[in-house]
């Protein structure tokens, strides 16, 4: 397996963060920094197909959980706190139910424990109208002007905003059209009960792409789960509030994992 690119900033206890969809491993630069300065090694990966690393085929969760365990492997940290936004909250889901060993904590940000039915008519609808910019000629940074503004709530911070903005727009369209095939056919909702790491869950008030109230009964399904929610917020939590996100973060962090039942 290919090692996928990686940015890495700071020393101690490994925390290696898996972007969504439309973001790479800029989309967690205010994290890197936050976590780097605060005695821990923050580690972003661009997954496969993005920034500077190379595709994989077939573009499958299986092949995603695989690409994200050999950088595991290769970074020797006896284990690592998985932080996963959206699609990356999924590659990290994956990871738990292959390699569940290597994790010692998780947090997820804005994501789901599945996407229903590929077939469904919801779906079809999701993948139509994240693409019909594309099938019209438009640009990733005309899709990202487009799209990125729906996804944040009222109290999104306009330079969290716009970075998102930035990310998406790098991401190759043949790319993002794959993650979006892969996207509609995740589901791991029967393999939540057997998380047994200490898992932070994060929703954003306005996210209507992981509402809240499927978040709130994800978190209920993972025996050490903490479930917060952010007023204001969307989406993108992590870039839209960041001083915010960063100490759930490292709230989370610190505490030793005995109390984290």
């Known amino acids: 397996m290919i090692l996928p690119a990686f940015t890495t900033l700071g020393a101690g206890p490994t925390v290696l963060m898996l972007h969504g969809i439309g973001g790479g491993h800029l989309s967690f630069a205010p994290q890197v920094e936050t976590l780097a300065s605060s005695g821990y090694r923050a580690v972003a990966w661009d997954m496969p ?30 284990d690592v706190t998985l932080v996963g936004h959206s699609m990356g909250g999924m590659v990290a889901q ?7 060993e290597l994790v010692s904590k998780l947090v997820l940000c804005g994501t789901s424990p599945s996407f229903g039915k590929p ?18 000629g438009k640009s990733m940074a005309e899709l990202a002007e487009i799209l990125v503004p729906q996804m944040v709530g009222p109290a999104a911070l306009p330079e969290g905003v716009q970075l998102a903005t930035h990310c998406m727009s790098q991401v190759p369209a043949s790319t993002y059209r794959r993650a979006l095939e892969a996207l509609v056919t995740f589901d791991r909702r029967a393999n939540l009960p057997n998380i047994q790491v200490p898992a932070l869950l994060v929703s954003g008030e306005h996210d209507r792409n992981a509402p809240p109230a499927v978040m709130k009964k994800m978190a209920g399904a993972i025996p050490r789960s903490t479930y917060l929610e952010m007023p204001g917020i969307g989406h993108l939590q992590n870039l839209e509030a960041p001083e915010e996100f960063d100490g759930l973060l490292l709230n989370f962090l610190v505490l030793p994992r005995e109390l984290l039942h």
């Open 119 to 136: 077939e469904g008519d919801w779906q079809r609808e999701f993948i139509a109208q994240r693409t019909a910019p594309l099938d019209a």
């Open 94 to 100: 994956e990871v738990l139910a292959r390699r569940p």
């Open 49 to 78: 197909g993005y920034g500077r690393s190379a595709p994989i085929e077939p573009y499958t969760f299986k092949g995603l959980a695989q690409s994200c365990i050999t950088l595991i492997e290769s970074l020797q940290c006896g």
